[in-house]
């Protein structure tokens, strides 16, 4: 239990959105990513179908080829722009190695995007689930993902999701 406590991340707020800290500090590389006209985001609220759409895209943009579609994790295909960690390259220094035309995948809400997308035209997919299941979903990934925040009870989660 004492292990469980102390990995999980208490979240931090940039522009009134909560987000975790260490997001917060790579925030400066993020808001100066450079998109490229023929990028193409994916962006959704967590939970809502973001890997799924992803392997979508990826397959699509690989023509249907099944084994071009496996060279890699889809963390790895479709990075995370605002993902950073330690010791693993942060979502923007992935993209800036990545080949065009990239796939993005974003959980940022459009207020945050990079201005990048907009000057370049970008072409955006947003996707959206049912709020009822997405907080489910959620909760349960809460209790499971021990980075994230200790969810409490579904109450007290369903609360802290409504207040956003």
Same mark, same amino acid.
């Given at each position: 239990?004492?292990?469980?406590?102390?990995?999980?991340?208490?979240?931090?707020?940039?522009?009134?959105?909560?987000?975790?800290?260490?997001?917060?500090?790579?925030?400066?590389?993020?808001?100066?990513?450079?998109?490229?006209?023929?990028?193409?985001?994916?962006?959704?609220? =967590?939970? &809502?179908?973001?890997?799924?759409?992803?392997? #979508?895209?990826? $397959?699509?943009?690989?023509?249907? +080829? /099944?084994?071009?579609?496996?060279?890699?994790?889809?963390?790895?295909?479709?990075?995370?722009?605002?993902?950073?960690?330690?010791?693993?390259?942060?979502?923007?220094?992935?993209?800036?190695?990545?080949?065009?035309?990239?796939?993005?995948?974003?959980?940022?809400?459009?207020?945050?995007? =990079?201005? &990048?997308?907009?000057?370049?035209?970008?072409? #955006?997919?947003? $996707?959206?689930?049912?709020?009822? +299941? /997405?907080?489910?979903?959620?909760?349960?990934?809460?209790?499971?993902?021990?980075?994230?925040?200790?969810?409490?009870?579904?109450?007290?989660?369903?609360?802290?999701?409504?207040?956003?």
């Amino acid at each position: 239990m004492e292990q469980e406590n102390r990995i999980r991340e208490e979240l931090g707020s940039l522009h009134g959105i909560p987000l975790f800290k260490i997001f917060i500090e790579g925030w400066p590389q993020v808001k100066a990513f450079q998109a490229r006209p023929d990028d193409l985001l994916i962006s959704t609220y =967590p939970k &809502s179908g973001t890997t799924w759409l992803s392997e #979508i895209m990826d $397959m699509i943009y690989q023509d249907g +080829d /099944v084994e071009k579609c496996r060279r890699d994790a889809i963390y790895n295909r479709v990075p995370f722009l605002e993902v950073k960690a330690p010791n693993i390259p942060s979502g923007v220094e992935q993209l800036e190695n990545t080949p065009s035309p990239r796939l993005i995948k974003t959980h940022l809400p459009v207020q945050l995007l =990079p201005q &990048s997308f907009w000057e370049k035209d970008c072409k #955006i997919i947003y $996707m959206a689930r049912n709020p009822k +299941d /997405v907080v489910i979903s959620y909760y349960y990934f809460h209790q499971m993902a021990k980075i994230h925040p200790d969810p409490g009870t579904l109450a007290e989660f369903l609360e802290t999701f409504l207040a956003g």
